[in-house]
């Protein structure tokens, strides 16, 4: 009796794709459940290695657990604090961005040549060298701007930078076709832009923006140093500095920065799978 | 009566290469023109040159009074190449219906952004141009949801509903499947039969035989016949034009 032959009924038929369908079902279950086993896994190992007991005889790290009790809620209270900088400076890199790709596309000479040497001197040099120089240079010009907004600055022209890469991907992935129409149906290169090319890249663009806010929520920890936005990393340094526990207070921050790129990553994933299924 | 489309001593260059060699043509009001021709002919191009898709390198175009010489600038230039384009509607071989408008809002947008039109008015336009192509009943839909004739026949009521004098064709059923041929074909003739003055690029001989008043014969990048379709088909006088007429009767695509 051969087992592979194609039954000949087609309720048997539908019966057997059934059978297919929930096995490969069962694989797809299968393989989750394993990988968040794995995922415990690690956490566990990675909280053993911090627990300050010897362990088959080798020894691992020691925290004193009465500090992060004291601290922790002095450190949370950067989380809203690091949100906004994040927030303020990725607006304003998504503008810079923007105006960045559309430079790249002009054909007048300077505006092309100024988007293209502002993206050139931007990332050629050190995102916490920049954040510095703002805080440096400014005051030199008699420009005087709050901790807060001169962390964004810097932040915001650094991020413009590297972003209006992906706003020039955008502005390439709708076909020159939609121009043509645009233009065949008598409208002028602003309402063209506007109505037809802009709507279109900035979908494309979205899913990207969302990973660089991400991104930045994390490096916003640079303005840190220079002791004037209060965030996350600026109290985790100062208490620990205070009262010689910076370990411990790192791994508070570090913590607070994983949660919340946990939190923000499925935010992101939810955006994105919205958004493949619209109608495109 | 006197041209509505007028094209003379068109010249243009893609680069150092000569593609439109002072091609000279004139389409009177109603008229339908099919352009055969091989790739690389030059028919699209002169198509093109007609809205200025592509700015001819020399010449003139005149559609409907509005003259327009090439290797001008600034303002006025502009605007008279925006009257041109008013003037004239346009579909496309790859469609290009925007895909993040329902069927309605493509074929509203042009009214409404271009020409200012109330919302309502431009509906009820848009409305009587769908159903004229059969597809008033997909007016909220995506165009990622149409086939290809569909699309089609959506970028018609598109350019229709801008209410040109001249409707340009660039290859319109190319892209299509076979099966969907006809039904883009027979909207064409439609809007051929409501007294339309057309010009279509194209390669299906059994529309040009059955439309066109005339069809102009291209080759390297010069008009080579202008006849009437049933002369040109049973006496082509240029061997280049027997050539093209045998391939397509003997089945070539």
Redo the contacts between chains.
């Keep these: 009796m051969s087992e592979s032959t194609v039954p000949r009924d087609p309720a048997d038929q539908v019966a057997r794709g059934n059978l297919l369908y929930e096995e490969q079902q069962r694989r797809t279950r299968h393989f989750r459940a394993n990988v968040i086993l794995w995922w415990v896994i690690f956490l566990v190992i990675l909280l053993i290695l911090f627990s300050g007991q010897s362990i088959f005889g080798l020894q691992t790290i020691n925290l004193d657990m009465d500090f992060f009790k004291i601290n922790f809620s002095f450190i949370a209270k950067g989380i809203p604090e690091t949100l906004k900088v994040s927030a303020a400076s990725i607006i304003l890199a998504m503008v810079l961005a923007l105006l960045a790709a559309l430079g790249r596309l002009s054909k007048i000479p300077p505006v092309y040549a100024l988007s293209t040497f502002y993206v050139s001197l931007i990332r050629g040099t050190p995102l916490y060298l920049q954040i510095f120089f703002f805080f440096l240079a400014l005051p030199q010009v008699g420009i005087i701007l709050p901790g807060f907004w001169a962390g964004v600055l810097a932040l915001g022209l650094n991020y413009g930078a590297y972003m209006s890469e992906i706003f020039r991907a955008g502005l390439e992935s709708v076909g020159k076709g939609q121009r043509e129409a645009a233009i065949a149906i008598g409208m002028t290169p602003r309402q063209t832009l506007q109505r037809i090319i802009l709507p279109q890249a900035l979908r494309f663009a979205i899913p990207p923006i969302g990973n660089d806010f991400i991104a930045m929520t994390k490096d916003s920890a640079l303005v840190a140093s220079t002791g004037f936005v209060h965030e996350i990393m600026w109290r985790a340094t100062k208490v620990g500095r205070a009262t010689f526990h910076s370990l411990e207070a790192l791994i508070i921050a570090a913590i607070f920065y994983w949660m919340m790129t946990l939190i923000l990553t499925y935010i992101q994933s939810t955006i994105e799978a919205r958004l493949s299924k619209g109608d495109r | 009566m006197a041209p509505i489309v007028k094209i003379t001593d068109l010249d243009k260059y893609f680069g150092r290469l000569h593609v439109l060699k002072e091609v000279s043509v004139e389409v009177a009001p109603r008229e339908v023109v099919c352009v055969i021709g091989r790739s690389g002919s030059g028919k699209s191009t002169m198509l093109r040159c007609i ?1 200025f ?1 592509e700015e001819p390198s020399y010449g003139s175009i005149e559609v409907d009074g509005i003259k327009v010489e090439a290797g001008q600038k600034g303002k006025q230039h502009k605007q008279l190449i ?1 009257d041109i ?2 003037k ?3 579909v ?1 071989q ?1 469609f ?5 408008m329902s069927v309605l809002e493509n074929v509203i ?2 009214p409404v ?3 200012g039109m109330k919302r309502a008015q431009a509906v009820e336009l848009a409305e009587q141009n769908l159903d004229s192509v059969g597809l008033l009943f997909k007016k909220d839909e ?1 165009p ?2 149409l086939s290809g004739g569909q699309k089609q026949r959506v ?1 018609i009521a ?2 229709l509903t ?1 209410e040109p004098r001249v409707m340009l064709f660039d290859e319109p059923t190319s892209a299509l499947d076979p099966e969907l041929i006809g039904e883009v074909l027979n909207v064409m003739k439609k809007v051929a039969k409501d007294g339309m003055t057309m010009l279509v690029v194209t390669h299906e001989m059994g529309f040009a035989r059955e439309v066109a008043d005339r069809v102009l014969v291209m080759a390297e990048g010069e008009i080579i016949e202008d006849e009437n379709p049933a002369d040109l088909f049973s006496h082509p006088k240029d061997p280049r034009t027997k050539a093209l007429i045998d391939r397509y009767r003997t089945g070539g695509a």
């Design positions: 809205n898709l925006h384009r008013l004239t509607g346009m496309f790859e290009n219906l925007f895909p993040h947008e042009g952004t271009v020409k995506y990622m949801r970028a598109r350019a801008m």
